[in-house]
């Protein structure tokens, strides 16, 4: 059926262009009517390799509408859903790295708001959400993270998000979207829910990055929760099996997370109020810079943001970014 809605939708419109993303970028140009934008998203999760996902992927570059690259920077691919089960520590470990002499380690988050629960609602609720690319790019520059909202920097994929929630399917969007790597960042770190889709992720982002870390977890995250292996590929391929017991840390339960239970959570965290949840807040700190080479091995890495959490007021940092973000937004209305 996939194939040959595919060869109508081609005889029916003059502008198609070949292949998968001939179609991503018909979609994009909003050159199909709702009803044939549903079925060629049905079709091309039936057609769903690393290769054709590969040139959808590629489409999404020539429509970002970024003309700035920071190349030393690490994209937290993040599935732009909300997590339920698990908090999002590499955002608290993103922020205690911030403090790193000479901005060694640079994060960089994206996603947009969705009629579902969505990871962005997380950094709105935390106040980390600039309202303009120039502000991402500023808070990015000065302060080593930041958020950028993909309604701004490419909107051609908000536009048809009524349609994908109205499908409810697992899309070829929602497995390319969180390496959409609006900054050009050379690192990235994703999540997978299990070898079986290695192999699939791994062929998909060969050569896009300097080097990227894949992380099993089980909700497709690359939080690290608990004890799991991290595959690195790229420059260097290797897999860091990590036991969390062996730094003194006990795993993340999975349960229930509604917005108000992440938010408290990370505030907590970042507030010393979790002692227990510490070792796992470094090793995912750890991860960050052993994946950017900065320390070469986890337990260096471990140390080093152990280092420097003992050593700053972090819940008066995460104020200070609140603050920040406060100062940008606030500029963007006066400037309006």
């Given at each position: 059926?996939g194939?040959?809605?595919?060869?109508?939708?081609?005889?029916?419109?003059?502008?198609?262009?070949?292949?998968?993303a001939?179609?991503?970028?018909?979609?994009?140009?909003?050159?199909?009517s709702?009803?044939?934008?549903?079925g060629?998203?049905?079709c091309?999760?039936?057609?769903?390799?690393p290769?054709?996902?590969?040139?959808?992927?590629?489409?999404?570059?020539?429509?970002?509408?970024?003309?700035?690259?920071v190349?030393?920077?690490?994209?937290?691919?993040?599935?732009?859903r909300?997590?339920?089960?698990?908090p999002?520590?590499?955002?608290s470990?993103?922020?205690?790295?911030?403090l790193?002499p000479d901005?060694?380690?640079?994060?960089v988050f994206h996603?947009?708001?969705?009629?579902?629960?969505?990871?962005?609602?997380?950094f709105d609720?935390?106040?980390?959400?600039?309202?303009s690319t120039?502000?991402?790019f500023s808070?990015?520059?000065?302060?080593?993270i930041?958020?950028?909202?993909?309604?701004?920097?490419?909107p051609?994929?908000?536009?048809i998000?009524?349609?994908?929630?109205?499908l409810?399917i697992?899309?070829?969007?929602?497995?390319?979207?969180r390496?959409?790597?609006?900054?050009?960042s050379?690192?990235?770190?994703?999540?997978i829910?299990?070898?079986?889709?290695?192999?699939?992720?791994?062929q998909l982002?060969?050569?896009?990055?300097?080097?990227?870390?894949?992380i099993?977890?089980?909700e497709?995250?690359?939080d690290?929760?608990?004890?799991?292996?991290?595959?690195?590929?790229?420059?260097?391929?290797e897999?860091?099996?990590?036991d969390?017991?062996?730094?003194g840390?006990?795993?993340?339960?999975?349960r229930?997370?509604?917005?108000s239970?992440?938010?408290?959570?990370i505030?907590?965290?970042?507030?010393?109020?979790?002692?227990?949840?510490?070792?796992?807040l470094?090793?995912?700190?750890s991860?960050?810079?052993?994946?950017k080479?900065?320390?070469?091995?986890l337990?260096e890495g471990f140390?080093?943001?152990?280092?420097l959490?003992?050593?700053?007021n972090?819940?008066?940092?995460?104020?200070n970014?609140?603050?920040?973000?406060?100062?940008?937004?606030?500029?963007?209305?006066?400037?309006?």
């Amino acid at each position: 059926m996939g194939s040959r809605f595919l060869k109508r939708i081609k005889r029916e419109n003059k502008k198609f262009n070949s292949g998968v993303a001939g179609v991503i970028r018909n979609i994009l140009e909003g050159n199909y009517s709702d009803i044939k934008t549903a079925g060629a998203l049905v079709c091309l999760k039936q057609h769903k390799s690393p290769k054709s996902y590969r040139k959808a992927l590629e489409v999404l570059d020539e429509f970002k509408r970024i003309n700035k690259a920071v190349k030393d920077s690490i994209e937290v691919a993040y599935p732009y859903r909300r997590k339920s089960f698990s908090p999002y520590f590499l955002i608290s470990a993103g922020i205690v790295l911030s403090l790193l002499p000479d901005s060694k380690i640079k994060v960089v988050f994206h996603g947009e708001n969705a009629p579902t629960a969505a990871t962005k609602d997380i950094f709105d609720y935390l106040n980390l959400s600039p309202i303009s690319t120039e502000d991402s790019f500023s808070m990015l520059e000065n302060l080593n993270i930041s958020f950028f909202n993909r309604k701004i920097f490419l909107p051609e994929v908000s536009s048809i998000t009524h349609i994908r929630v109205d499908l409810n399917i697992n899309d070829i969007f929602c497995h390319i979207e969180r390496y959409i790597n609006p900054v050009g960042s050379e690192f990235s770190v994703g999540g997978i829910r299990s070898k079986r889709e290695l192999d699939f992720y791994t062929q998909l982002l060969k050569g896009r990055y300097k080097r990227f870390a894949l992380i099993e977890d089980r909700e497709g995250f690359p939080d690290i929760v608990g004890s799991t292996a991290v595959h690195i590929y790229g420059d260097r391929e290797e897999v860091q099996e990590v036991d969390i017991s062996k730094f003194g840390g006990k795993p993340f339960l999975y349960r229930k997370l509604d917005l108000s239970s992440h938010i408290e959570f990370i505030n907590n965290l970042l507030s010393k109020k979790l002692p227990e949840y510490e070792p796992l807040l470094h090793i995912n700190s750890s991860v960050l810079l052993y994946l950017k080479g900065e320390v070469s091995s986890l337990q260096e890495g471990f140390e080093l943001s152990k280092e420097l959490f003992d050593r700053y007021n972090y819940e008066q940092i995460l104020r200070n970014l609140q603050r920040y973000t406060d100062y940008l937004n606030y500029k963007n209305i006066y400037e309006l």
